[in-house]
């Protein structure tokens, strides 16, 4: 069975410029959580969705964050205009139940 | 809102047993452990459901005082494939919300 897929695994950009993270959940999982890692924290939930409805996105900071879950399979997350504090590893996981399977992440660095 | 684990850091010989707390502020429904290895992603351990359940798998176990808001896990005889950070999740009574612990960074030594 395919795991979490997404893309891509690196990303540097400079400041101000947006930025796209795509994730590929496993197959009938119908909850996909997008969430943020700093370097020695413990990840952050952004957005949670129910297959296309986002139930939880209390933490997104929906100034320059968005999210969309298209047909309640693949998802994107997106930042415009991306800051120098957005640097971390975005991490997407999935879930049928309650464990949570994740993704391998897209490190993002703003310069 | 964050639960808050301890210690934040522990240094095992192989053979020798740990435990790592998970505090939370709110009533909470469920717990979750994950275990993160430098550079991967985080791997769930197990979940614990609100009724004060303990939970085993393997030679790693958890307990859950819903009272306390509290979890502890509990790892026996330790392996170095044990090495990595522990984070404790923890689901709220209401909401949809899922917060993941502070980390407790555990090293087991040969």
């Known amino acids: 069975e395919a795991g979490v897929v997404q893309s891509p695994r690196y990303k540097i950009i400079e400041k101000k410029q947006p930025v796209a993270f795509w994730c590929n959940p496993i197959s009938g999982h119908n909850t996909l959580y997008w969430y943020r890692q700093n370097l020695g924290q413990g990840p952050e939930l952004l957005i949670r969705?129910?297959?296309?409805?986002?139930?939880?996105d209390s933490q997104l900071p929906k100034d320059r964050f968005s999210a969309e879950r298209l047909k309640g399979v693949d998802s994107t997350l997106k930042i415009q205009p991306a800051e120098l504090g957005d640097s971390a590893v975005y991490l997407c996981?999935?879930?049928?139940?309650?464990?949570?399977?994740f993704g391998p992440g897209t490190r993002l660095t703003v310069l | 809102q964050q639960p808050v684990q301890s210690p934040q850091a522990v240094i095992l010989r192989e053979g020798e047993d740990a435990v790592i707390n998970c505090s939370s502020s709110k009533a909470l429904y469920s717990v979750h452990w994950y275990r993160q290895k430098h550079g991967e992603a985080p791997v769930f351990l197990m979940i614990l459901l609100k009724g004060g359940e303990q939970k085993g798998h393997e030679k790693i176990s958890a307990s859950f005082n819903e009272k306390k808001q509290q979890s502890s896990l509990y790892l026996t005889a330790s392996q170095l494939s044990y090495s990595g950070t522990y984070f404790c999740?923890?689901?709220?009574?209401?909401?949809?919300?899922?917060?993941f612990g502070t980390g407790t960074s555990l090293t087991v030594i040969p």
């Open positions: 996981a999935s879930s049928l139940l309650a464990e949570q399977f």
């Open positions: 969705y129910e297959n296309e409805e986002a139930v939880d």
């Open positions: 999740g923890t689901a709220p009574n209401t909401g949809n919300q899922f917060y």
